[in-house]
């Protein structure tokens, strides 16, 4: 009698079909002395989840034909996932019918990276397997194609709403405000794209003139784009500054020109961060902690 496996690693069901090629684990039915007999090898408790077993078993997928996951693995599959193998987790359980997980957790990858730099490149490498956005990119090329600015501007930020570090799309949305002389948010987001890793040779020009549409001197990005430095030392995103707004200011919101100048003139997050807890505003929405602290002093 032998005892079988499925590839994943789970015991098959004893009247399943088997696969080509499935290893099987023999198993003593009646052994004849208990004390002279070896205990049979444990049997394995599932699939490896681990990122390196993550990264192997999405590799074999073609060749595997399809696999089957239980609710429990889908669980052990989003969870926990980090950089290089977040997307293979996502494949595996696409893979496995699990679209909706798959396409949720494709989506947050960026958020599971561990530095700037990688989130964006996560972003550009899930974005590009994302039917949904590439379709309202296609749409919102075509839009521009035709002079569409208040069509496309909108199809482009539906885009970014999906993956807002891909910031080449995001300098497309800068144009779109430019081409509808809105300048003060194309100037946003032509300093967004720059501070998440645009070239500043090609995002300049455009940046110098929706400053001096606006009447105001032309201020280059201050900051690097994205590098593997900690999270505070990073150029700030109009993600990062409303983060920050929520912390220190709560549900205040933030002025179209603020946000400009911040972006402007500060060259890292903690420049962001120091300016906004130097503001009055900071003081009357934190009343209540700062007494406390003063009293624990």
């Not at 987790?89 to 957790?105: D, F, K, N, Q």
């Not at 400053?211 to 109009?238: F, I, V």
């Amino acid at each position: 009698m032998v005892k079988a496996f499925d590839l994943l690693g789970r015991p098959a069901a004893p009247d399943g079909d088997l696969a080509p090629g499935l290893e099987l684990q023999p198993v003593a039915a009646h052994p004849v002395d208990a004390a002279a007999t070896e205990p049979p090898p444990p049997e394995p408790e599932g699939p490896d989840f681990s990122p390196q077993g993550c990264l192997d078993l999405a590799a074999r997928l073609d060749s595997l034909g399809g696999i089957a996951l239980t609710e429990g693995e889908v669980r052990r599959l989003a969870a926990g996932a980090t950089g290089p193998c977040v997307l293979a987790r996502v494949r595996i359980l696409r893979v496995a019918g699990w679209h909706s997980e798959g396409l949720g957790l494709q989506r947050s990858a960026w958020r599971l990276a561990g530095s700037r730099r990688e989130a964006i490149a996560l972003t550009f490498e899930a974005a590009g397997r994302d039917e949904d956005f590439l379709r309202a990119i296609s749409d919102a090329d075509g839009a521009r194609d035709r002079g569409a600015w208040p069509a496309a501007e909108q199809l482009y930020a539906r885009a970014l709403a999906l993956y807002p570090l891909q910031y080449g799309y995001r300098v497309q949305l800068g144009h779109m405000l430019k081409e509808q002389d809105r300048f003060l948010p194309a100037e946003i987001a032509y300093r967004d794209a720059v501070a998440l890793g645009a070239s500043l040779a090609d995002v300049g020009v455009h940046l110098r003139f929706v400053c001096e549409r606006q009447g105001k001197a032309y201020l280059p990005p201050p900051g690097s784009a994205a590098t593997d430095e900690r999270a505070m030392a990073q150029a700030p995103s109009s993600l990062d500054i409303e983060a920050l707004v929520h912390l220190f200011w709560h549900d205040l919101a933030l002025a179209d020109e603020e946000h400009a100048a911040l972006l402007a003139e500060c060259a890292t997050c903690e420049d962001v961060a120091v300016r906004l807890t130097r503001d009055r505003r900071f003081v009357r929405r934190n009343r209540t902690l700062l007494r406390m602290l003063k009293d624990r002093a």
